[in-house]
């Protein structure tokens, strides 16, 4: 089970504890999150289903170059000019 997978499940548990006692604020409380972090993730649930809780992966993924940057085109970019004293 991966990290993402985990944090899946914990979501999950937090909206079948928030249902159990009926009330958001104390399940929130408990799982130690903000009750505007619940209502996001509720939105996920309902607009994706099981997968909306899953993380989102950080844009751009592990450093380097953005993929619509190659080596080839940064050779073809203007050299900054230098200011003469």
């Not at 997978?5 to 958001?24: C, I, M, P, S, T």
């Not at 972090?37 to 099981?50: C, I, T």
């Not at 080596?71 to 004293?85: A, E, K, Y």
């Amino acid at each position: 089970m991966t990290l993402g997978d985990k944090v899946q499940a914990q979501r999950h548990r937090l909206f079948r504890r928030a249902a159990e006692l009926g009330n958001v604020s104390a399940a929130c409380r408990g799982a130690g999150i903000s009750r505007s972090l619940y209502y996001e993730l509720k939105g996920r649930l309902v607009r994706y289903g099981p997968y909306g809780l899953h993380p989102k992966r950080a844009e751009g993924g592990r450093g380097g170059l953005p993929h619509s940057i190659t080596s080839s085109s940064v050779g073809s970019w203007p050299r900054p000019t230098t200011m003469s004293t």
